[in-house]
């Protein structure tokens, strides 16, 4: 069906910077919003950025000045730059594409998250 690959997580001292990269394969024919969501164990999974096919952004208002979403529409890739890093940036991020898929159905899929770990 349809595969959301996410990849760049990891362990960065506050005030440091890490890059997300979520690549989405499978039976695609088009997408219209990409996103990154992230998620703290207790707590409900919150929109961190997206961005539409025609490249409009959407920030939490936590991370403007900080994160970057951008996307390349040809690799159905979406990217998260993020920059001065904050303990409380910790979280579990997780990719979302809003697309349609070959057989014309519009599905919400989600990649399987990847741990971001900031430390103080």
């Known amino acids: 069906q349809v595969q959301l690959v996410e990849s760049g997580g990891g362990l960065v001292q506050a005030g440091g910077s890490l890059r997300l990269s979520c690549a989405a394969s499978?039976?695609?024919?088009?997408?219209?919003?990409m996103g990154w969501y992230r998620q703290v164990s207790g707590k409900q999974r919150e929109l961190v950025a997206d961005?539409?096919?025609?490249?409009?952004?959407n920030y939490a208002d936590s991370v403007k000045g900080r994160f970057t979403i951008s996307r390349d529409n040809a690799k159905n890739t979406v990217f998260l730059q993020m920059n001065s890093l904050k303990p409380e940036d910790t979280a579990v991020y997780y990719c979302?594409?809003?697309?349609?898929?070959?057989?014309?159905?519009?599905?919400?899929?989600w990649g399987q998250g990847t741990q971001v770990t900031v430390s103080s």
């Open positions: 979302k594409a809003d697309l349609v898929s070959t057989d014309w159905a519009r599905r919400a899929s």
């Open positions: 961005i539409t096919s025609s490249g409009r952004t």
């Open positions: 499978g039976r695609i024919s088009s997408i219209n919003v």
